[in-house]
Nanobody
Framework: QVQLVESGGGLVQPGGSLRLSCAASGSIFSFNRMGWYRQAPGKQRELVATITNGGTIIYADSVKGRFTISRDDAKNTVYLQMNSLKPEDTAVYYC?????????WGQGTQVTVSS
């Protein structure tokens, strides 16, 4: 059973930055696609960014130019660098792993952007 553990969430002011980490219990190279999703209160879970083991990256339009996804296969960890954060980025952020669609999810980490 794969376990994904997110960390790095918290409270930040608008315009600030946070870096989320997702540590996997096994080799992430076995997953074709790792990703970050988020869910705000009263809204559906939405894709933020994904990265394949070949390095292909997809971003949601709402985060392009502000967020950067990366992976360190040696550390079995995926990162999400979030800059220029806005109040509308407030959500629980979830790490995912799978072949094409997510097969595994982390427990989530709260990100709150507020002054």
């Amino acid at each position: 059973q794969v376990q994904l553990v997110e960390s790095g969430g918290g409270l930040v002011q608008p315009g600030g930055s946070l870096r989320l980490s997702c540590a996997a219990s096994g080799s992430i190279f076995s997953f074709n696609r790792m990703g970050w999703y988020r869910q705000a209160p009263g809204k559906q879970r939405e894709l933020v960014a994904t990265i394949t083991n070949g390095g292909t990256i997809i971003y949601a339009d709402s985060v392009k130019g502000r967020f950067t996804i990366s992976r360190d296969d040696a550390k079995n960890t995926v990162y999400l660098q979030m800059n220029s954060l806005k109040p509308e980025d407030t959500a629980v952020y979830y790490c995912s792993a799978g072949r094409f669609l997510p097969d595994y999810w982390g427990q989530g980490t709260q990100v709150t952007v507020s002054s």
